[in-house]
């Protein structure tokens, strides 16, 4: 019988607490823009087919998703971490049919100002608090509300499809655990200089974060060449790094991308017969469908 209540309460619980948000962390090996451009179809393409997506845009530089749908004037999430305007005033609703949050409009907040975790450890969420400890007042502070505030935003958005436009700051940290914890998809296009910074970043962060999988997508490419392109990083990750690489899917190269971006519409929407749309909504339909396990070395 206390097996049974113990069960009901269990599942009370877990019908009370709702869906939980399922996180995506993107990073790039492409030119800057790119990764912006594949952000915005790729939520479009993700609303369309019915599912609640937000773009979190965490970059310190001019190219984010926020700076390219023209919503990155108003305040940010630091913002709210400092109490200065509320959650909903950082939310921005867009015609492509997501949501948009700006992160910060600085690198103010980054892990250059913790105490640096020895080299030769994996940082995981928990090394977080010793290195905050170990912070000067105000950033350490400053770092941890934005941490909280984040994560407020993810329990606020139950259900949701959380895609952050992410990037590593000098010192490859990310300026929230709680994107160290999530999946982490490379993007990547056939240029040899591109394969091997995906190659060079995965490795960083696997050095970093310990064994676990990463979500590869391969951009400008035809699907027999981002076959060629995942084999040969899955090949090598798997054999030099103990890590399981996840093929994410891939998008050609098409005009109709940049006339829909000059458009200021997502190509799935400007131009739906498009290569690049048809693409778009096949990666939509997987991504939503499938994820990567968030297994860690021991």
């Avoid at 995506?24 to 990764?35: G, M, Q, Y």
């Avoid at 105000?138 to 992410?166: N, P, W, Y």
């Avoid at 400007?270 to 396990?293: I, K, N």
């Amino acid at each position: 019988m206390a097996s049974f209540d113990f069960d009901q309460a269990e599942g009370l619980r877990r019908m009370l607490a709702g869906p939980k948000p399922r996180i995506v962390t993107f990073l790039s090996a492409t030119p800057e823009d790119d990764k912006g451009a594949m952000l915005v179809n790729l939520g479009a393409s993700l609303a369309q087919s019915g599912n609640d997506v937000m773009i979190v845009d965490a970059c310190t530089r001019d190219y984010g998703v926020a700076q390219r749908l023209g919503v990155d004037r108003g305040p940010s999430l630091l913002h709210v971490a400092r109490q200065e305007c509320a959650l909903n005033q950082v939310i921005h609703a867009v015609p492509q049919g997501f949501s948009v949050v700006k992160m910060a409009y600085k690198n103010v907040v980054t892990a250059q100002a913790v105490t640096q975790v020895s080299s030769n450890s994996r940082v995981r969420q928990q090394d977080w608090a010793p290195a905050f400890a170990g912070a000067t007042g105000g950033a350490a502070d400053e770092m941890r509300r934005l941490a909280k505030t984040f994560d407020v935003l993810v329990q606020q958005s139950s259900g949701s499809i959380i895609m952050v436009d992410g990037e590593l700051s000098e010192d490859g940290m990310f300026p929230v655990p709680i994107m160290a914890t999530s999946e982490i998809v490379v993007q990547v296009s056939t240029s040899a200089a591109s394969i091997t910074n995906a190659y060079a970043l995965i490795k960083r962060l696997s050095q970093q974060l310990g064994r676990r999988p990463f979500g590869i997508l391969v951009t400008g490419a035809t699907e027999a060449e981002a076959k060629v392109v995942y084999d040969n990083m899955s090949s090598a990750a798997t054999r030099y790094l103990a890590v399981t690489l996840s093929s994410m899917g891939s998008v050609p190269a098409d005009e109709y991308l940049h006339r829909a971006a000059r458009l200021g519409r997502a190509v799935v929407d400007a131009f739906p017969l498009a290569g690049a749309s048809v693409a778009f909504r096949r990666l939509a339909g997987r991504f939503a469908r499938t994820g990567m396990q968030q297994g860690r070395a021991a």
